[in-house]
T-cell receptor, first 115, second 116 residues
C-alpha cells in the first residue's frame, strides 16, 4: 500500500531559527513526485516545494529546502530563517499515478513560530 | 501558478436541503479534478475524482447518491450535497492539475458548509 507518514503532529520553532519537518512514504514506483503543501489559518492549500524522484539534487525554494533520501523513502522539509508567516499546517503528499494522480496526504504537522 | 476558484466560500443551509459547490480552473483546462473533505486539525480526505465527460470515481465509504459530482466542462466541476444533515458540516476543498498524472495539483480556497 502506498502511504505517507508524518510522525510529528506539532512542531515549534523560534523566529529566525531553522526547523525540519519529517515525512516518510512507501511506494513501489521508481519515478514519482513528492510535494509539501502549506495550509495557513485561511485554510488555502499552498504548494511549498516539489521534488522529482529521479533527480538526486534536493529541491530548494528560497528558505524552503528538502532532504530527499530515496532509498530510505524519506522526504523532510527544512525551513530556514523561520518567519511568523510560516506558522501553518504542513502536509507531505504523494500522487498515486496509476489512479489519475490523486494525492495521498500525510497526517500533517502543525508548525508554530515563536516571536 | 495555476488558479482554482471555489464558490461559495461559506454556506449555511437547513437540514434536508441540497447545496451545490462549484470548482473552476481559471487559467487552465483540467480533465480531472478532485474533491476533498477536511475536519479541523485533520488531513484532507479524498472523496472522489471528477472526470470530465464521465462518471466520477468515489472513494470507499463515500455515498455517491449523497455527494453528486458533475464535471460539465474542462474548467468546471460541481459537488452537490443532497439532503444535507448536520454531520455533513465540514470544509470541502477541490483541486485540479493542468497536466497529467503527476503534475502539481492546485487547490481552491475551500467551502465551509454548515448544516443547521
Amino acid at each position: 500500500a502506498q502511504t505517507v507518514t508524518q510522525s510529528q503532529p506539532e512542531m515549534s520553532v523560534q523566529e529566525a531559527e531553522t526547523v525540519t519537518l519529517s515525512c516518510t512514504y512507501d511506494t513501489s514506483e521508481s519515478d514519482y513526485y513528492l510535494f509539501w503543501y502549506k495550509q495557513p489559518p485561511s485554510r488555502q492549500m499552498i504548494l511549498v516545494i516539489r521534488q522529482e524522484a529521479y533527480k538526486q539534487q534536493n529541491a530548494t525554494e528560497n528558505r524552503f529546502s528538502v532532504n530527499f533520501q530515496k532509498a530510505a523513502k524519506s522526504f523532510s522539509l527544512k525551513i530556514s530563517d523561520s518567519q511568523l508567516g510560516d506558522a501553518a499546517m504542513y502536509f507531505c503528499a504523494y500522487p498515486r499515478y496509476n489512479q489519475g494522480g490523486k494525492l495521498i496526504f500525510g497526517q500533517g504537522t502543525e508548525l508554530s513560530v515563536k516571536p | 501558478g495555476a488558479v482554482v476558484s471555489q464558490h461559495p466560500s461559506r454556506v449555511i443551509c437547513k437540514s434536508g436541503t441540497s447545496v451545490k459547490i462549484e470548482c473552476r480552473s481559471l487559467d487552465f483546462q483540467a480533465t480531472t479534478m478532485f474533491w476533498y473533505r477536511q475536519f479541523p486539525k485533520k488531513s484532507l480526505m479524498l472523496m472522489a475524482t471528477s472526470n470530465e465527460g464521465s462518471k466520477a470515481t468515489y472513494e470507499q465509504g463515500v455515498e455517491k447518491d449523497k455527494f453528486l459530482i458533475n464535471h460539465a466542462s474542462l474548467t468546471l466541476s460541481t459537488l452537490t450535497v443532497t439532503s444535507a444533515h448536520p454531520e455533513d458540516s465540514s470544509f470541502y476543498i477541490c483541486s485540479a492539475s493542468p497536466g497529467t498524472n503527476q503534475e502539481t495539483q492546485y487547490f481552491g480556497p475551500g467551502t465551509r458548509l454548515l448544516v443547521l
